[in-house]
């Protein structure tokens, strides 16, 4: 079994930057991308940012682009995601997940992590 471990979250003002991380206890074969979803009260469960675990190609959903950094460190079996220029629509739980391949459906993905709360105020 696979465990996804995320810390980072917090409260902060718009404009800020918070840099979420996502340990994966081991990697397995079924784990070629990684990424973040997140979900807010109410709304779907979207994916934020995907990254490839070996060629390392990156997704980004519009409403990040420019302004999140998905990477990934493998000798730590490590994902990150640097958040800048934090806006209130932002707030949501931000989940870790892995799967076979980066896709932007969350039942594509076979593992998930607890989640970590980001809240942005104004």
């Known amino acids: 079994q696979v465990q996804l471990v995320e810390s980072g979250g917090g409260l902060v003002q718009t404009g800020a930057s918070l840099r979420l991380s996502c340990v994966a206890s081991?990697?397995?074969?079924?784990?070629?991308?990684m990424g973040w979803f997140r979900q807010a009260p109410g709304k779907e469960r979207e994916l934020v940012a995907g990254?490839?675990?070996?060629?390392?190609?990156?997704y980004y959903a519009d409403s990040v682009k420019g302004r999140f950094t998905i990477s990934k460190d493998s000798a730590k079996n490590t994902m990150y995601l640097q958040m800048n220029g934090l806006k209130t629509e932002d707030t949501a739980v931000y989940y870790c997940?892995?799967?076979?391949?980066?896709?932007?459906?969350?039942?594509?993905?076979?593992?998930w992590g607890q989640g970590t709360q980001v809240t942005v105020s104004s």
């Open positions: 997940t892995a799967g076979r391949s980066l896709m932007t459906t969350a039942a594509a993905y076979d593992y």
């Open positions: 081991r990697r397995t074969f079924s784990m070629n991308a």
């Open positions: 990254i490839t675990w070996i060629a390392g190609r990156t």
